[in-house]
């Protein structure tokens, strides 16, 4: 089993930066790679970023430029620097973890980019 809990959320002005956490615990050793995920109401969840083992890092085409993802593996902690918020990045963000029994997911922390 693997646990994730985030930070980080909350309201940020057009143009501002958050920066979300993810905290995982558990059989660390299962995990293949983690990333974030968002989902707003009436949509599906939808891809932001991941980053696998070795570091390797994917990002949506919607984020590419604006948010970067890391891991501090001494802390088993990935980040989500996100810079240059629009209201469209508004949404609840999930953070994911793979591994090769299934995919385990945090509860979310909610971002709001508002004026």
């Known amino acids: 089993q693997v646990q994730l809990v985030e930070s980080g959320g909350g309201l940020v002005q057009p143009g501002g930066s958050l920066r979300l956490s993810c905290a995982a615990s558990g059989t660390l050793f299962s995990i293949n790679g983690m990333g974030w995920y968002r989902q707003t109401p009436g949509k599906q969840r939808e891809l932001v970023a991941t980053?696998?083992?070795?570091?390797?890092?994917n990002y949506a085409d919607s984020v590419k430029g604006r948010f970067t993802i890391s891991r501090d593996n001494a802390k088993n902690t990935i980040y989500l620097q996100m810079n240059s918020l629009k209201p469209e990045d508004a949404a609840v963000y999930y953070c994911n973890a793979v591994t090769s029994v299934r995919p385990f997911w945090g509860q979310g922390t909610q971002v709001t980019v508002s004026s």
């Open positions: 980053i696998s083992n070795l570091g390797r890092t």
